[in-house]
């Protein structure tokens, strides 16, 4: 077992080093979200399963604080409504949840950010799509090969891993360095 954890541990280490390469993709993203929130914009955070904990993390940093005391900027995690999102599953489709959120919510001021580890997940692809036709920016956070997000959004932040784990402990530092820059920049 002590080996089975060793492993683990150097893998995430080999992908945290190997994620240094999209520092200025990074860099791209947390000025686009700092520059939707400057204006006065919202940001839209999706995802499904720990993609949607994930949304939840980022929103409850940039709602509250991440390290600064400073406002509170309008950051939505679109998968926390289970009212809205049962009706929509049951109304719908459950590959529109998102979609029809961003509908509601999203605007040319504001910024979607989706998050999947596959960059297949219908309902997050339907999501970046909607803030498309509706002027907002996108930000795509993914993993493995991208999938079919990987050419959705403007900015696209691919960590090329194979294991989902790996994959979405990378996201999470990634999101933190956003948030650390993205709160730099505004507080």
Do not use: W
């Not at 961003?102 to 997050?124: C, H, K, Q, R």
């Amino acid at each position: 077992m002590r080996e089975e954890i060793v492993v683990s541990l150097r893998e995430s280490a080999e992908v945290h080093r190997s994620i240094e390469s999209l520092a200025a993709v990074i860099e791209e993203a947390a000025l686009a979200l700092a520059d939707v929130l400057r204006k006065g914009g919202k940001v839209l955070v999706f995802g499904n399963g720990g993609s949607a904990a994930d949304a939840q993390h980022i929103a409850a940093e940039l709602v509250g604080r991440f390290e600064k005391e400073r406002r509170a900027f309008p950051v939505l995690a679109l998968s926390c409504n289970t009212s809205i999102l049962t009706a929509l599953g049951n109304d719908y489709d459950y590959s529109d949840i998102f979609a029809r959120q961003v509908e509601a919510f999203a605007g040319p001021e504001d910024l979607a950010l989706g998050i999947s580890t596959s960059g297949n997940s219908a309902n997050v692809i339907k999501g970046l799509l909607k803030a498309r036709e509706r002027g907002a920016r996108t930000v795509a956070l993914l993993g493995k090969d991208g999938g079919q997000m990987r050419e959705l959004a403007d900015i696209t932040i691919l960590v090329p891993h194979r294991r989902t784990a790996r994959i979405q402990e990378a996201h999470i530092t990634i999101a933190h360095v956003i948030c650390d820059l993205v709160e730099s920049a505004l507080a």
